[in-house]
């Protein structure tokens, strides 16, 4: 069963940095995978905000935070990290991490299918 755990939120000044983990398990050897950040506001619809494949370097950032956030990956500890930097009050949201099987060249950010239970993201002063 594919698990997935995200840690790392908290309050944070604006201007600041934050980096939030997600440790996954339940892939087997040879999955081909992504692994994505998702965010979502009070009153507002999940935004999907950068993923990563398991398999090659490919990356994809939303608009709202390119030059920004940072996604990496540690295939030896089944995790994957989104630094963030420069926050923004609009950057606080519950940040959720979320996977798919899939073998495309690209990572798209779209019809992820297993989810964590999230981590809070307070960006104020």
């Known amino acids: 069963q594919l698990q997935l755990v995200e840690s790392g939120g908290g309050l944070v000044q604006p201007g600041g940095s934050l980096r939030l983990s997600c440790v996954f398990s339940?892939?087997?050897?040879?999955?081909?995978?992504?692994i994505a950040w998702y965010r979502q506001a009070p009153g507002k619809e999940r935004e999907a905000v950068s993923c990563?494949?398991?398999?090659?370097?490919?990356?994809n950032y939303a608009e709202s935070v390119k030059g920004r956030f940072t996604i990496s990956r540690d295939n030896a500890s089944n995790t994957v990290y989104l630094q963030m930097a420069s926050l923004k009050p609009d950057d606080t949201a519950v940040y959720y991490c979320?996977?798919?099987?899939?073998?495309?060249?690209?990572?798209?950010?779209?019809?992820?299918?297993?989810w964590g239970q999230g981590t809070q993201v307070t960006v104020s002063s």
């Open positions: 979320a996977a798919k099987r899939t073998t495309y060249p690209d990572c798209v950010l779209w019809n992820f299918q297993y």
């Open positions: 990563i494949l398991n398999y090659n370097d490919n990356t």
């Open positions: 339940g892939f087997t050897t040879g999955d081909t995978f992504a």
